[in-house]
């Protein structure tokens, strides 16, 4: 159930039963670990509101409270050009939404004015839907590979959604296709990956990189075609890594050319196919595929 909406700029939250007896202070400060910077314009404002009255920030909540919260976070919107790209929303509610995004294209522009990238589509989708609010992307994706990428629409979710994704309570599973045949049924690969001096794009494994951790399971090997389909979960989020861990197991991602892989197919074959995590404000298990 969401306990949250918009309204005339301003999110009108339910307290939830499992934040009895918190105070204002310790609901923003504590809970959601909003920014200090967020919380002292907030303060200072006072245009925080309980049940429609101005409260301290020592008052206590309880179930069934309404708290209103002023955004004035539209303007951040103004630099990103809406384009329509057609692009899939796969869920969205008033603080967040996640969409689909196809092969061929950037998460975000990669140079001033460029507007076909999956945030332009997405600025597009609000602009259509009457929605004035900021956009912001959590995570990213390559340009060649596809599926769900998470996005806020306002900054205190933004905010939540970076610590959780920091804290890896935010679960990416990948569907990828790799060369050759995998025996194990599943494994994990503990290596650490840096950038390549050779290579301005290209990443490596490498043992003063970062650290990266990949756990993979065979979802089906076809040897007629030398090929296995593996679902990954990652446990850090760095670029390239599904790619250069199976590259490093001498089984590329069927099409990766930048990595080793064959012609085989028209790109990286790597899909997000599903994001789990705890919705900030309701609370709620979310799992999006």
Wanted: hydrophobic share 35%.
């Amino acid at each position: 159930m969401e306990n949250f909406k918009i309204t005339n700029q301003h999110l009108i939250i339910e307290v939830l039963q499992s934040w009895n007896g918190l105070t204002l202070e310790k609901l923003f400060r504590e809970r959601w670990k909003a920014p200090k910077k967020l919380v002292h314009e907030w303060r200072m404002s006072k245009e925080v509101t309980v049940n429609g009255n101005s409260v301290t920030w020592s008052t206590i909540l309880n179930e069934g409270d309404t708290i209103s919260i002023p955004l004035l976070d539209h303007a951040e919107n103004e630099t990103i050009k809406a384009e329509n790209l057609g692009i899939p929303i796969l869920y969205e509610d008033d603080l967040l939404l996640i969409a689909n995004k196809p092969a061929g294209m950037d998460t975000h522009p990669s140079h001033p004015g460029e507007a076909h990238s999956l945030i332009n589509g997405v600025a597009h989708h609000l602009q259509k839907t009457g929605q004035t609010c900021m956009i912001k992307h959590i995570h990213r994706l390559d340009k060649n590979t596809t599926g769900a990428v998470l996005f806020a629409k306002d900054r205190l979710t933004g905010s939540m959604l970076d610590r959780m994704l920091e804290e890896r309570k935010i679960k990416r599973t990948y569907v990828a296709l790799v060369e050759g045949i995998i025996q194990k049924n599943e494994g994990k690969i503990n290596e650490k990956i840096g950038r390549d001096r050779h290579h301005a794009t290209r990443r490596r494994v490498s043992s003063t990189g970062q650290v990266a951790v990949t756990h993979f399971q065979v979802l089906k090997r076809d040897s007629k075609k030398n090929l296995t389909l593996v679902s990954c979960t990652l446990e850090s989020g760095r670029t390239h890594q599904i790619r250069v861990h199976f590259s490093h197991l001498n089984h590329p991602l069927a099409g990766d050319t930048l990595y080793g892989g064959k012609n085989t197919f028209p790109r990286q074959a790597l899909h997000a196919r599903k994001i789990e995590f705890i919705h900030p404000i309701s609370e709620e298990k979310m799992i999006i595929e």
